[in-house]
């Protein structure tokens, strides 16, 4: 499997997340060519902020390793993760992060990385890549929220 395919499995987490009223954003963790886990977003569901994908698929990897690095592993998103999901991914020590849609504008997400790496200070510089079926992504989580307005 490739990059894109790892995001049309997340694609297919975020429709779960929507079935479920929730945000939907889909990731999943591999590791050593395996997926280890697969999440969506559960924040609602689980009344808790912090249950984005990201954090519930790295949780989840960590106990299924029984470890709480995951050094060589990569995180795959449907969307460009959040401060929190990027300081948990850090603290992972996950290598290389593939996602989707970007969160607000199309920026180079290694560059502003350098600068929350250099003012808060983190250990682990993970490589990140976006953009893998950018439009798809968008659209899932757009109409989610056009939905909402109505």
Known sequence: MND???IKECLSLAKQAKV???????ALIIKDGVVISKSH????SNNDPTAHAEINVIRDACKKINN???SNAVLYTTLEPCIMCIGAICEARINRVVFGAYSNIK?????DFKLIKKKYN???TPEFFGGI?????ALIIKDFFKAKRR
């Open 133 to 137: 079926l950018e439009k798809e992504c």
């Open 68 to 70: 709480y690095r995951l």
């Open 20 to 26: 479920k009223n929730e945000i939907p954003i889909g």
């Open 107 to 111: 920026t180079d997400t290694n560059e």
């Open 41 to 44: 977003n559960l924040s609602i």
């Open 4 to 6: 894109k395919d790892y």
């Open 122 to 124: 983190l250990d682990h």
